[in-house]
């Protein structure tokens, strides 16, 4: 079971990493066609810049799910005398608390996009709970790698979506 939790999270990271990609390209692009006609056209491409700021939203959140390692309390480590004795131990509680917090950011997310969800986009029309689903979508992956990290936790190997993705991709 746990193999297959570990399976499903390294499919569906490596389906975030590419679905980023595409949207670090799209707010590229966009951005650059919203410079090129402003200053060389002298139109203002007004769509460009709603889609390249609610791709950045998605980028923000989606990539804080697979920057695992960032999320964690490196700073108390060094703080506290017992941290490095009872690393094991001080992980599990991190874990924990990272669990806790973004679950509750999950059912805000959620919140939010129903509160939301009739409002449209000044520009492209689009319902805004699509840019608010990024908070609860973001939240529930980082839910889960905290999970499959919870779970490689005693085995001494921490999953880490981002090397195991770019390891993999090198070969």
Not at 66 to 90: H, Q, T, W
């Amino acid at each position: 079971m746990k193999a297959a939790f570990l399976k499903l999270m390294e499919i569906i990271n490596r389906a975030v990493m590419i679905f980023l990609v595409f949207l670090l390209a799209l707010a590229f692009v966009m951005l650059f066609t919203q410079i090129f006609s402003r200053y060389v056209l002298k139109i203002p491409f007004l769509m460009g810049d709603e889609i390249s700021r609610y791709s950045t939203v998605w980028i923000v959140f989606l990539g804080t799910a697979l920057g695992n390692k960032m999320i964690k309390m490196e700073v108390i480590y060094s703080m506290l005398p017992f941290a490095d004795k009872n690393r094991a131990l001080f992980e599990w509680f991190c874990h924990i608390i990272t669990i806790i917090f973004f679950f509750f950011v999950l059912t805000y997310g959620l919140n939010m996009m129903k509160i939301n969800s009739m409002q449209v986009t000044p520009i492209l029309g689009i319902k805004m709970a699509i840019p608010y689903a990024a908070l609860p979508v973001g939240s529930f992956l980082i839910i889960a790698n905290t999970i499959a990290s919870l779970c490689t936790l005693n085995s001494g190997k921490e999953m880490d979506p981002l090397e195991k993705i770019e390891r993999e991709s090198s070969c």
